[in-house]
């Protein structure tokens, strides 16, 4: 069975400091799609990065950075030079060959000025 | 271009009602997804459904149900409310249905049943 596992309920991190979130994931699949979404108090969630299974780099996406371990089976999301803007709850997702998704627990982020 | 609109963003709801949500996805995604968040519970996905036909569906009662119309738009229903029900129902829409493709997220519907 699929499962995505973040182990961080809450993190603090001073403002323009890097911060990592964590994820690990536990599939069969040899294909699959790894997000990191962001949800905001307003509730709606903003995609942020994604990483393919058969990706050998890193992915990237301005601030953020997915550091993808596949071996280890896992896809944590560093953000650098955190803003106060980034406080926030983040999800980490797999979808897999059915097209279905799966969400972690998530992280809540604080920054602090 | 226009994002994912649903309808309504707040409803109260008394025990036993029911409810409809609507879900417009964005201009040319086909398929729609629905979530319902809980602080308990998460993200649990609901249904999915692609060119008018569920595709995945997920672990709720019978109670939740939904459907695709002919332009993509997605309506779900949820009968015989209880107050577990309560909960931010959020619908994605994804262009791409390979595991590429990531969702795009509405706003959501937050539900409260009293």
């Known amino acids: 069975a699929q499962k995505i596992t973040q182990t961080q309920p809450g993190m603090f991190v001073q403002e323009k400091e890097a911060v990592t979130l964590d994820c690990t994931y536990d599939t069969s699949d040899q294909s699959y799609g790894l997000f990191w979404y962001k949800q905001p108090s307003s509730g709606e969630m903003i995609f942020l990065i994604y990483?393919?299974?058969?990706?050998?780099q890193n992915a990237t996406e301005g601030r953020y950075s997915l550091n993808f371990q596949k071996a280890r089976k896992s896809a944590n999301l560093v953000i650098s030079a955190s803003q106060l803007g980034d406080s926030a709850m983040y999800f980490c997702?797999?979808?897999?060959?059915?097209?279905?998704?799966?969400f972690g627990s998530g992280t809540k982020l604080n920054v602090k000025p | 271009k226009a994002g994912v609109t649903q309808t309504p963003r707040y409803l109260i709801k008394t025990r036993g009602q029911q409810v409809t949500l609507s879900c417009s996805p964005i201009s040319g995604h086909r398929s729609v997804s629905w979530y319902q968040q809980t602080p308990g519970q998460g993200l649990q996905f609901l249904f999915e459904y692609f060119s008018e036909t569920q595709r995945n569906k997920g672990n709720f009662p019978g109670r939740f149900s939904g459907r695709q119309f002919s332009n993509s738009r997605s309506e779900m229903n949820v009968s015989t409310l209880e107050l577990g029900d309560s909960a931010l129902y959020l619908c994605?829409?994804?262009?791409?249905?390979?595991?590429?493709?990531?969702?795009?997220f509405g706003e959501g519907s937050r539900l409260t049943v009293l």
């Open positions: 990483q393919g299974s058969y990706d050998e």
């Open positions: 994605a829409s994804s262009l791409d249905v390979t595991v590429t493709g990531e969702l795009f």
């Open positions: 997702a797999m979808r897999d060959n059915f097209n279905k998704f799966y």
